[in-house]
T-cell receptor, first 115, second 113 residues
Framework: AQSVTQPDIHITVSEGASLELRCNYSYGATPYLFWYVQSPGQGLQLLLKYFSGDTLVQGIKGFEAEFKRSQSSFNLRKPSVHWSDAAEYFC?????????????FGSGTRLQVQP | DVKVTQSSRYLVKRTGEKVFLECVQD?????MFWYRQDPGLGLRLIYF???????EKGDIPEGYSVSREKKERFSLILESASTNQTSMYLCASRDGQGLTEAFFGQGTRLTVV
């Protein structure tokens, strides 16, 4: 079975500082990987996705993520955080070959941005 | 743009009531999902459907059922609501065999009193 671990429940950064949110997955083959963002009271919006190819993936709002197979990680990064980035971030994994069509999500990381 | 619409943003129901949460998608997606979101637990899959009238249990199906009579519509049913079903419910849809991302509705915050 696939699983996702987001070890940081809550992160606080200053506006303009860099950001890295950690994600580790467990899956027997090469997974599909996603990062979603959820603003308060809203649904989830896709930030970026990795299916194959270049392991550094660019997304919306200036975010990027790097797939590292050797570490089973897919960490999300942003070089300079804006106050509007305050939200909850979810990493998710999708299966290529098990027939499970639903994404499996981590428990989320809540980002707080200080002025 | 893909749109997934949930019929209610907020609902308050009494213990023991039968509750219907409705979800509609406009992109002809085969797959539709209901997740439950609770603080510290992330999103947990309740049920999903891969075709009209077809459904499969997710990770936490107890106390819930679903209905998919039309391709665009997927309903979550709480047969007898309980206070431990107070939560945020998210509907999602996804195309084909899983080579795409999932698209989410805005969520329904259900409170059972």
């Amino acid at each position: 079975a696939q699983s996702v671990t987001q070890p940081d429940i809550h992160i606080t950064v200053s506006e303009g500082a860099s950001l890295e949110l950690r994600c580790n997955y467990s899956y027997g083959a090469t997974p599909y990987l996603f990062w979603y963002v959820q603003s308060p009271g809203q649904g989830l919006q896709l930030l970026l996705k990795y299916f194959s190819g270049d392991t550094l993936v660019q997304g919306i709002k200036g975010f990027e993520a790097e797939f590292k197979r050797s570490q089973s990680s897919f960490n999300l990064r942003k070089p300079s955080v804006h106050w509007s980035d305050a939200a909850e971030y979810f990493c998710a994994v999708g299966a290529r070959d098990t027939g499970r069509r639903a994404l499996t999500f981590g428990s989320g990381t809540r980002l707080q941005v200080q002025p | 743009d893909v749109k997934v619409t949930q019929s209610s943003r907020y609902l308050v129901k009494r213990t023991g009531e039968k509750v219907f949460l409705e979800c509609v998608q406009d992109m002809d997606h085969e797959n539709m999902f209901w997740y439950r979101q609770d603080p510290g637990l992330g999103l947990r899959l309740i049920y999903f459907s891969y075709d009209v009238k077809m459904k499969e249990k997710g990770d936490i199906p107890e106390g819930y059922s679903v209905s998919r009579e039309k391709k665009e519509r997927f309903s979550l049913i709480l047969e007898s609501a309980s206070t431990n079903q107070t939560s945020m419910y998210l509907c999602a849809s996804r195309d084909g065999q899983g080579l795409t991302e999932a698209f989410f509705g805005q969520g329904t915050r259900l409170t059972v009193v």
